[in-house]
């Protein structure tokens, strides 16, 4: 790469990065006002994501602009430790979500899901009582149970759905329970039901309970939070491989401001 290029294209790469760790500063200043407290925990992470990618960004701008071997250094080192920081947290995320899946229901066209199939790790975030509490409450808030009666209105529709993991294990008690739908939103709890799961004698149709105690619940839970790390450890091959690009370009800036600083 010519010299000037690689100077100048980490100029500028730095430079929109800066702009963009602003915008996620911004962004989790703004989740911090608007949001309640189970999204606003995710403002510290977002906020701190934000100020990371600033100052390795400044260090690399400031760099390429001064033609500075030391700060290009600096920089490298540190876009070498974030870029091993995703890699081993990319194999780690997708060594913890290779087990679980759902199981058919016959008559059903949605899964359930059971705990004891995800990996052990995740089996023991989600039974950590702190952890668990905190999750219920946000389920309890949000609108995956509370909404069920308003898409499904006729209990046809509702036996013909696709719900969501989290909607088919903490909103409705294990199909093996055996308790008969009245409706999307409630259960004829008269029935002694014939299967000995503890979900079963857990599950209440009161909107603040209804299986949010349940292991069902827990590995609906388990299977979103899967879904979602899949989606984060596939981005962060296509960052992985981002970054590597960025870093060979930086030791080329490196390599190019040592050779002026030696003909000065």
Not at 116 to 140: E, I
């Amino acid at each position: 790469m010519g010299m000037g290029t690689s100077t100048f294209v980490i100029r500028w790469i730095n430079f929109l990065t800066m702009l963009l760790a602003i915008a996620v500063v911004v962004f989790g200043v703004w989740m911090s006002t608007h949001h309640d407290n189970c999204r606003r925990s995710l403002t510290l992470p977002v906020i701190g994501i934000g100020a990371v990618i600033f100052f390795v960004s400044i260090i690399g701008f400031l760099g390429a602009l001064k033609n500075s071997s030391i700060l290009l250094w600096i920089y490298l080192i540190l876009l070498c430790f974030i870029s091993v920081g995703v890699l081993v947290f990319t194999v780690l995320a997708f060594i913890v979500t290779n087990n679980g899946s759902g199981h058919s229901i016959a008559g059903l066209r949605y899964k359930e899901y059971q705990l004891h199939d995800y990996s052990p790790w995740f089996v023991k975030q989600l039974n950590n009582t702190r952890n668990w509490k905190h999750l219920q409450s946000c389920l309890v808030k949000s609108d995956d149970c509370k909404n069920l009666y308003k898409k499904y209105k006729t209990l046809k529709q509702y036996k013909l759905a696709k719900l969501t993991p989290i909607e088919a294990g903490c909103c409705r008690p294990p199909s093996e329970c055996g308790y008969p739908a009245v409706n999307a939103s409630y259960y004829d709890m008269s029935f002694h039901p014939v299967s000995s799961n503890k979900d079963c004698k857990l599950y209440k149709n009161a909107r603040d309970i209804k299986c949010y105690n349940c292991d069902s619940c827990k590995a609906g839970v388990a299977q979103y939070m899967k879904t979602e790390w899949r989606v984060v450890a596939v981005f962060n091959v296509a960052l992985f491989v981002v970054l590597s690009m960025i870093y060979f370009v930086g030791c080329c800036a490196r390599r190019n401001a040592a050779t002026i600083r030696s003909k000065d």
